[in-house]
Nanobody, 128 residues
């Protein structure tokens, strides 16, 4: 599985940004895809996840109502639309994936460490 993240950059507080994660290498029908972030000196935080087939979603409390995760089957790409950005959203954002079928459970509310595949990070900087 290859995951290629893009879309990071510098944005002012209150602004919007959309991250993309192009996925390849497998058929993702039983996968859950996610975005996590890690700010300097802080632990990795899983911010959003989506099941590839059903589209069920999970959001961390810190981003609910501001971030939207979605997927495009035709492009095998996962997006993270971020709005009303805060300086506290500044972090390196990574996309991740794991196969729920292999895990033996379709429970998709997973911790970051439970994901098997990771893309490179993309830096999001929110200025105040």
């Amino acid at each position: 599985v290859q995951l290629q993240a893009s879309g990071g950059g510098l944005v002012q507080a209150g602004g919007t940004l959309r991250l993309s994660c192009a996925a390849s290498g497998r058929t993702f029908s039983s996968y859950v895809m996610a975005w996590s972030r890690q700010a300097p000196g802080k632990e990795r935080e899983l911010v959003a996840a989506v099941t590839w087939t059903g589209g069920s979603t999970y959001y961390a409390d810190s981003v609910k109502g501001r971030f939207t995760i979605s997927r495009d089957h035709a492009k095998t790409t996962v997006y993270l639309q971020m709005k009303s950005l805060h300086p506290e959203d500044t972090a390196v954002y990574h996309c991740a994936a794991t196969d729920l079928y292999i895990r033996g459970s379709y429970y998709y509310n997973l911790l970051a460490r439970e994901y098997d595949y990771w893309g490179q990070g993309t830096l999001v900087t929110v200025s105040s």
